[in-house]
Nanobody
Framework: QVQLVESGGGLVQPGGSLRLSCVAS????????MGWYRQGPGKLRELVAT???????NYADSVKGRFTISGDNAKNTVYLQMNSLKPEDTAVYYC????????????????WGQGTQVTVSS
């Protein structure tokens, strides 16, 4: 069984910074990509940033230049450094792991974390 556990959310003032972490645990053979999504109040879940095992990154336009995603393949961990936070960044942030294989012959499965709340407010 694969589990994703997020940490690092909280309350921060506009202009502040937070760093989110997500660790994938279990009998993992490989992970194709990991990423962060968020769901604000009354909104649909949206992509924030993703990173492949090869290091390629992708960002939502709304966070480019402010957020940085990074990963540690050996630790099955992904981070999201969030700077210059705005009230509109307030959301539950979810970690995602794509095409997780527990055996070399599997095609892989997609997993989600439970989410961590980020609130940007003065």
């Amino acid at each position: 069984q694969v589990q994703l556990v997020e940490s690092g959310g909280g309350l921060v003032q506009p202009g502040g910074s937070l760093r989110l972490s997500c660790v994938a645990s279990g009998s993992i053979f490989s992970i194709n990509a990991m990423g962060w999504y968020r769901q604000g109040p009354g909104k649909l879940r949206e992509l924030v940033a993703t990173i492949t095992s090869g290091g390629s990154t992708n960002y939502a336009d709304s966070v480019k230049g402010r957020f940085t995603i990074s990963g540690d393949n050996a630790k099955n961990t992904v981070y999201l450094q969030m700077n210059s936070l705005k009230p509109e960044d307030t959301a539950v942030y979810y970690c995602n792991a794509d095409r997780v294989r527990t055996r070399w012959y599997e095609s892989g499965y997609n997993y989600w974390g439970q989410g961590t709340q980020v609130t940007v407010s003065s």
